[in-house]
């Protein structure tokens, strides 16, 4: 099927180098980004890369901010989601036809099941959900568990 990668950039501009040399080494089909820091008057370019992003909220100061990158390599298209959530999403071709959503959950945002639900039902699938939850676990080498660790993970 190919490489899936999803990075927690926090800040794509500074990682700019980084990001090519997962690439280079990983040679993705998709590439989910949270975090990115970018405004609507941020371009972001890659070769090789087609980009699909929902940028931070204006007044945020740039916190935020999603990005779906996907190889020429495989034909895609992008999904229009209905959500207040940073989310976007991408159908890309493989060897079959599979949806990639990236989702970043801000760590204070108060997010119902029923959002989950919302986006989720939008994806045609099979899909893949990539994304930063900020799900926290002691489990995971945690110094807390939250309730995204708990309580809603179980029910992706």
Known sequence: MGTFLSWNCRGIRSKFQ???GLISIFNPVCIGLQETFL???SPLKLRGYNSVRKNAATGSNHSGGVCILT???YPSTP???HTSLQAVAVQVHTRSLVTV???Y???????SQQDIDTL?????TPFILLGDFNGHSTLWGSDVTNSW???RTANF
């Open 18 to 20: 980084d990001l090519k």
């Open 71 to 73: 190889s020429n390599l």
């Open 105 to 111: 959950l801000p760590p204070h945002d108060v997010v």
């Open 39 to 41: 405004s609507s008057n």
């Open 120 to 124: 989720v039902d939008q994806l045609p």
């Open 79 to 81: 999904l229009t989601l």
């Open 101 to 103: 959503c990236c989702v």
């Open 149 to 151: 660790a708990t309580d």
